[in-house]
């Protein structure tokens, strides 16, 4: 009664739950649902179906019908545009595949990206047919368009992108952000991470979306923190291998050319800084051709926000490293960046902007100028920097030890007009000829340049600005006053006005470069110092002292012989002393280096104790990572044989339930699986086994019946079989020996006309036996010669070789015997050195304790002759006249 109920009830509908989920007994009868509604036009439930499948707990085993489940998943995810829901779809099959097969994952992500951009450049491609389909866009207007374009001011391809393409531009944008969060910090999806990275990369640069390029970055540097925060996640990617700390920096610099492009200056200078981060943080240096990619972004970020220092010394660490390892550079592009490090050098303002700030402004900039040195050092190095070589002397005296001889005769004149002229007058106008070439120079350049696009015209108004203040610093040494209307004759630059001449002194002498006073009245400049302590003032005293010492000696040749007597005795003590100030030098700076030395040996021996702990715990913890696998991996296998079981005594069930429907022929639908649970399974087997053993007995009843009727028929046939099968044996034996007889002649004959076609080429072929013989000769001869050659060949570079090698062992050895003679030299002399100064030291203190038993006798001997009167010392007058005592004796008894 049970099965019939069952049977009865609708069985192709699947079980829910108490939440409304639907729950399959295998993934194949969901995807086949899935395949029905999508087939009625129902794509959501579809979506819905697959979905609750990969959520469901039943199904966490990873199986091929999976992966198909997945990529239908997705292509519905897609078309109907769901993004939360494939979202955690993929998170869901992340669970699934990671630990059992993690290149399905990135073939279903694969997929979904290729999927998610045709859709989007279908679309984008379909509003650009439906534009191009018309030829005047005011022809024939709809009522409908009319009123349209009173209410809103768009036009047609505006609607048209916002009904067509940016949903699907705005869902590829989603499908980015769900592959990074479904990707981010696994170690065996790094190299996709950095792709989808990369791709999201070149959509936000396409399309120019700002927005979305600003939270992709944040999304980016918030996975990298989490990465550094949460250090013993599952499958975390290590940072210092070399293949992932290629990809990050990869997807950094990547990062950094798609915010330059996109003109986000502030995102780019953050860029910098994480790549500046994570190169302090895994302690390794990045390749050269990311350094120059770093370097010239950095000349662009600081061009742009104003600070010509820093983007010169930008410059200049660009031409250092092109010059040392861009072996494609071409002498003309080389040139090219010598000038623009020379040209940006000379452009730095000769003051800072910051001469009389407050105490917390100078603070300030004291901690810029510490984090741009780390910037533009990009050392692993975590010290502090050398913020005091951020200046522009140093820029300039390295631009001259270096770039300055491989720059432009251009580039070179300016840099001598304005650095290394005294012209007053003259000075402007020699430098602004020059200034003005920069406008028309366009070289030509090789693609192996490391910046794209150079435009030096940019520099003219610095250069020009520089010129005015190099102009005002000399004429103020030579001129107290000058009129504002002169000084304009003096500089011929066309960017300057008495505004902008009037704003430079102003600055300059805010920072204390000039002293200028200015007379709006009279409208002139008053140049001088009233103090003595001005550099100006400072350096043509020192001059005039200088020249006056020359007269005095060219006056009295002849000197105070006392006083060269003096003088001499004063060089000698002085040589003296530097003499012996060198040898301590000397000594300290062995002490130094051993003591270097030392702290080099401990800080490697904790360093190789720190890296053995790390692997120890890097071990520990694989290990127990690998354990926990196995008990997944024996707890999955276990719950996969007990379904399989259950599934096979199901099926059994299902089986027997059939069977006896059939016996007793009961009318109705089938019974399915759902209807075999229920049932009595112990009931179904008795039942069946009593039927098979009922239907046996009948089946052999059956039989024996069958047999005894067979029997007399076929006695009867093969009575009458015999004769005939006798009488066809003996014809088909004479037809066989007739055949083989046949057979036999047959071979003799054409084995006898091969035997003779084989003696005629023998016979033809003996003419050539001599021929064959001589040839080979030859050949032998020709080959033995080659071998003795080749033989010799080789004896004499395995003798040179080995001749070269002994050289090599005796120079190395000699060279060892030397540096160990020096060591021993260095030591010998080390150690007599330590024992003058042990002598010296046991001599001093030999003097001093001699002196100590000098003072303490002398304190005895003042202790027994100064006593008072009545014991000794000196004696009483009286005593003295008597002659009962005397000198150092007492009263009574006498000295």
Not at 78 to 103: H, P, T, W
Not at 477 to 506: D, Q
Not at 606 to 630: D, G, L, N
């Amino acid at each position: 009664a049970r099965a019939a109920r069952w049977a009865n009830r609708s069985h192709k509908r699947p079980t829910m739950s108490r939440y409304g989920a639907q729950h399959f007994a295998k993934p194949e009868n969901a995807l086949k649902r899935a395949e029905e509604l999508i087939r009625v036009g129902q794509p959501s439930a579809a979506l819905q179906t697959l979905h609750d499948v990969i959520s469901s707990k039943r199904h966490r085993v990873w199986s091929k019908t999976m992966e198909r489940i997945m990529f239908r998943f997705v292509d519905l995810a897609v078309e109907l545009k769901k993004g939360r829901v494939a979202k955690d779809g993929l998170f869901q099959y992340r669970i699934i595949s990671q630990s059992v097969n993690v290149a399905s994952l990135e073939e279903v992500i694969k997929y979904f990206l290729k999927l998610s951009t045709e859709r989007a450049e279908a679309a984008q491609a379909k509003a650009a047919e439906m534009l191009e389909g018309v030829a005047d866009l005011e022809e024939d207007i709809t009522p409908e368009e009319i009123i349209l374009s009173y209410v809103s001011s768009d036009s047609d391809k505006d609607r048209i992108d916002r009904e067509e393409v940016t949903p699907w531009f705005r869902f590829l944008w989603e499908t980015y952000r769900t592959t990074l969060e479904v990707l981010k910090n696994n170690n065996k999806l790094e190299s996709l991470y950095a792709m989808t990275a990369q791709r999201a990369f070149g959509f936000c640069k396409t399309y120019g979306r700002i927005t979305e390029m600003r939270r992709l970055c944040d999304m980016l540097r918030n996975h990298l923190s989490n990465l550094n925060k949460w250090r013993d996640q599952r499958d975390r990617p290590e940072l210092s291998a070399p293949e992932t700390f290629s990809l990050y920096m990869e997807t950094r610099f990547e990062q950094l050319r798609t915010s330059v492009s996109l003109e986000m200056w502030q995102e780019a200078f953050r860029t910098i800084e994480d790549i500046h981060g994570l190169v302090v943080q895994v302690r390794r240096e990045p390749k050269p051709q990311h350094l120059a990619t770093y370097y010239s972004m950095l000349t662009k970020i600081f061009y742009k926000s104003g600070n010509q220092l820093y983007a010169a010394f930008s410059w200049n660490k660009l031409f250092a490293l092109s010059k040392n390892h861009n072996k494609m550079l071409t002498p003309g592009d080389l040139e090219h960046l010598a000038s623009c490090v020379v040209l940006s050098a000379t452009a730095v303002p000769p003051f800072g902007d910051k001469a009389n700030a407050a105490h917390f402004e100078l603070e300030a900039e004291k901690e810029q100028k510490q984090r741009m040195a780390a910037l533009l050092t990009l050392s692993f190095t975590p010290v502090k920097k050398n913020t005091s070589a951020l200046t522009r002397g140093a820029l300039l005296a390295s631009v001259r030890d270096g770039a300055l001889t491989s720059a432009s005769p251009l580039a070179q004149s300016i840099y001598r007009a304005l650095e290394e002229t005294f012209a007053p007058l003259k000075l402007a106008k020699q430098a602004a000829p020059l200034i003005e070439q920069l406008a028309d120079l366009t070289p030509e350049l090789s693609p192996a340049f490391p910046v794209s696009d150079v435009d030096l015209s940019v520099l003219r108004p610095k250069l020009e600005n520089l010129g005015l203040l190099r102009v005002l610093q000399q004429v103020s040494s030579v001129y107290s006053t000058m009129s504002i209307t002169n000084l304009l004759k003096v500089v011929p630059f066309p960017s300057l006005t008495p505004a902008s001449v009037e704003k430079t002194v102003v600055k300059s002498v805010r920072a204390g470069f000039l002293r200028v006073t200015i007379d709006h009245r009279k409208r002139s400049l008053s140049f001088g110092a009233t103090r003595l302590e001005d550099a100006s003032v400072r350096e043509q005293l020192t001059d005039v002292t200088r020249r006056l010492a020359i007269a005095v000696g060219m006056i009295f040749p002849e000197g105070d012989p006392q006083k060269a007597a003096s003088k001499a005795a004063t060089m000698r003590e002085c040589a003296a002393l530097c003499a012996r100030e060198n040898a301590d030098a000397r000594r300290r700076k062995v002490l130094i280096e051993r003591r270097k030395e030392e702290n080099e040996r401990r800080a490697m021996a904790q360093e190789k104790a720190e890296e053995e702990a790390r692997i120890k715990t890097q071990r520990e913890h694989e290990e127990a990572e690998a354990r926990r696998q196995q008990v997944e991996a024996s707890k999955r296998e276990q719950e996969r044989i007990t379904r399989e079981l259950q599934e096979k005594e199901k099926q059994e069930a299902l089986t027997m339930l059939q069977e006896q429907q059939a016996r007793l022929g009961k009318k109705g639908k089938k019974v399915t699986l759902e209807d075999a649970a229920v049932a009595d399974r112990d009931k179904l087997m008795q039942d069946a086994i009593t039927d098979q053993i009922k239907a046996r007995s009948e089946m052999q009843k059956r039989l024996t019946s069958l047999a005894r009727k067979m029997d007399f028929g076929d006695r009867a046939r093969r009575e009458l079989e015999a004769p005939r099968i006798a009488e066809a044996s003996a014809t088909r034996g004479a037809k066989q020996a007739e055949l083989f007889a046949e057979e036999q002649e047959r071979a003799l004959k054409s084995h006898r006309a091969q035997w003779e076609r084989d003696v005629e080429e023998k016979k033809r072929m003996e003419r050539m036996g001599a021929d064959i013989e001589a040839f080979c000769a030859a050949l032998q001869t020709r080959r033995n010669d080659e071998y003795v050659r080749a033989s010799a060949a080789r004896e004499e570079r395995v003798a040179e070789a080995r001749a070269g090698r002994k050289a090599e062992i005796e120079r190395r050895r000699r060279e060892a015997f030397l540096d160990r003679l020096i060591r021993e030299v260095d030591e010998i002399e080390y150690a007599e050195e330590e024992r003058k100064r042990e002598e010296e030291e046991a001599k001093r203190r030999e003097m001093e304790e001699r002196q100590r038993e000098m003072e303490a006798r002398r304190g005895g001997r003042r202790g027994g002759g100064y006593g008072d009167n009545q014991s000794g010392g000196y004696g009483d007058r009286r005593d003295d006249r008597r002659g009962g005592g005397g000198g150092f004796g007492g009263a009574g008894a006498g000295g």
